[in-house]
């Protein structure tokens, strides 16, 4: 059998489990995971474990996709009417948590991580520093699910999906910072002031790659004749993986590059709405079925009963440190007494971008010690989130009497 037929199995499977999931109440992406898990060759031996090692291009454009529309969230005007509470409490819950989940992993990891004393720091910081940016991120497609099927409305349901839009965004910003950070201490060369310019020219690098790539998008797209579905997803899809591509070239962040195209589409192109729903509706759920249904596939049993604590401590440790970032934001900002109380309830559910971020570490030869622990702590910790983040979004909106 080839990987045709078993990419069939993957999209069948991951099908049935998402359709599942989404019966019992359950967010579709958790049933994908779910599905990856059951084809795991650890515990059937359905799928050759081998099938990994050709799964780095869907990888690649699946986080070129999902981390374009998160740019697509960044509309100025949106964030400009929603004043200066969103941006505070945003910025505060998605810092806080990284600073948490840093401090505390950097101190507690050792517990469960055997390091010689030479080495202990070259491999805490960057383990540390990956969790802290992978703390940031709220998936919020679980607590709409809660919103949409008990019709909840009001100030704090606003805000939860506002933030939780827009926390990617420093999501994003941590994980490139940590990412140059871990390969200046893990590659073995000396500290310099050089290496003080090398995360500063993947971040602004990227955001001028993907700002040109952007206006070459929308200048096509505005005067292309066709305007069929099908010419737009060939355009943006082109546009995007030629990005990923370059700035793996020039080496400047990928997903800051093709983040930064969306939030040229979403500002400066006419057509921006059509664009974006467009993706939605043909292309997002065969994505989403492949990416995540592979996710779990990944897992590695031994590391993740091995590092379960780590998860558990993981989870925590994000709980505080977004719920302290949230009473800090919306304090200083002056929110009402309801969004200081109840918005940390919608801000659990964690999911979509932080596996893709966990996966796209693997493909770092430089990371391969930290790898599997990552990627095996995180989807643990994706599981738990995603099982208890609408139970917690319940919960909090019918206290703040927006469920009726």
Do not use: W
Not at 42 to 62: M, R, V, Y
Not at 168 to 194: E, K, P, Q, R, Y
Not at 208 to 224: E, H, P, V
Request: charged share 15%.
């Amino acid at each position: 059998m080839d990987i045709i037929f078993y990419s069939g199995i993957i999209l069948f499977v991951g099908f049935f489990f998402g359709e599942l999931a989404e019966q019992i109440k359950l967010p579709k992406v958790t049933g994908y995971i779910i599905a990856g898990v059951m084809l795991n060759p650890e515990l059937f031996n359905i799928i050759p474990a081998d099938i990994t090692e050709h799964t780095n291009l869907i990888t690649n454009i699946s986080l070129s996709f999902i981390t374009f529309s998160v740019g697509g969230t960044l509309l100025y005007s949106k964030i400009k009417s929603m004043g200066k509470a969103i941006s505070l409490i945003t910025f505060f819950e998605a810092e806080t948590a990284f600073l948490f989940v840093f401090l505390g992993l950097f101190f507690l990891a050792p517990l469960f991580i055997p390091t010689s004393v030479e080495s202990n720091l070259l491999i805490l910081i960057p383990l540390a520093l990956f969790f802290g940016a992978l703390a940031s991120p709220t998936d919020p497609s679980a607590t709409l699910a809660v919103m949409h099927e008990y019709k909840a409305k009001g100030k704090v349901s606003s805000t939860i999906m506002a933030v939780a839009a827009f926390d990617d965004i420093f999501g994003l910003l941590n994980f490139s910072l940590a990412m140059s950070v871990a390969h200046i201490l893990l590659s073995g060369n000396d500290f310099s002031f050089g290496s003080i310019l090398i995360p500063l020219y993947e971040i602004f690098g990227a955001f001028a790659l993907g700002a040109i790539m952007g206006l070459i998008l929308n200048f096509i797209s505005i005067r292309i004749k066709k305007e069929s579905a099908g010419n737009l997803i060939v355009l943006i899809f082109g546009v995007l993986l030629t990005t990923f591509g370059l700035a793996k070239f020039i080496g400047v962040d990928e997903l800051l590059s093709t983040m930064t195209i969306g939030i040229m589409v979403v500002n400066f192109n006419i057509y921006q709405e059509r664009i974006f729903d467009i993706l939605s509706e043909n292309t997002e759920e065969l994505i989403f079925v492949l990416f995540f249904t592979l996710s779990g596939f990944q897992l590695n049993f031994t590391v993740l009963f091995d590092y379960l604590p780590l998860a558990g401590i993981f989870v925590l440790l994000r709980f505080a440190g977004k719920y302290t970032g949230t009473r800090i934001g919306s304090k200083i900002s002056k929110s009402p007494e309801k969004v200081k109380k109840y918005v940390i309830g919608g801000l659990i559910p964690q999911g979509g971008i932080v596996i893709g971020l966990a996966l796209l570490i693997k493909q770092n030869p430089e990371f391969s010690s930290l790898a599997d622990i990552i990627i095996s702590v995180i989807i643990g910790a994706t599981i738990i989130h995603e099982l208890l983040g609408p139970v917690f979004a319940k919960i909090s909106l019918k206290k703040a009497g927006e469920i009726k």
